[in-house]
């Protein structure tokens, strides 16, 4: 039913940019927030971001702040990563989610739909 298909992620130098888009499908009910985790070898899943659908509120990690930028689009039920600066420890699969709840936008249970993801690798 629902789908989303993340795209964007790739191979950069540490200080470099990638710009990661998620699209989303059969997302016909409310969303009530979009965000971005990722994953690394031997790690858990960990939050990113996350934007609020209907006002458009970002919410950062600490490690993303300053240089990551979340974005979305209504019309085309897309949201966007846009990642500077990027340091080797951010290399991970990137997993985009969405949730039609109000729970906690900052933990992978609060999301009910997820990407296959996206492989980020930053060299040093």
């Known amino acids: 039913q629902v789908q989303l298909v993340e795209s964007g992620g790739g191979l950069v130098q540490a200080g470099g940019s990638l710009r990661l888009s998620c699209a989303g499908s059969?997302?016909?009910?409310?969303?009530?927030?979009m965000g971005w985790f990722r994953q690394a070898p031997g790690k858990e899943r960990e939050f990113v971001s996350a934007?609020?659908?209907?006002?458009?509120?970002?919410y950062y990690a600490d490690s993303a702040k300053g240089r990551f930028t979340i974005s979305r689009d209504i019309a085309k039920t897309t949201v966007t990563l846009q990642m500077n600066s990027l340091k080797a420890e951010d290399t991970a699969v990137y997993y985009c989610?969405?949730?039609?709840?109000?729970?906690?936008?900052?933990?992978?249970?609060?999301?009910?739909?997820w990407g296959q993801g996206t492989q980020v690798t930053v060299s040093s």
């Open positions: 989610a969405a949730t039609f709840s109000s729970r906690s936008y900052n933990y992978p249970t609060s999301y009910d739909y």
């Open positions: 059969q997302l016909t009910g409310n969303i009530y927030s």
């Open positions: 934007i609020y659908w209907s006002g458009g509120t970002q």
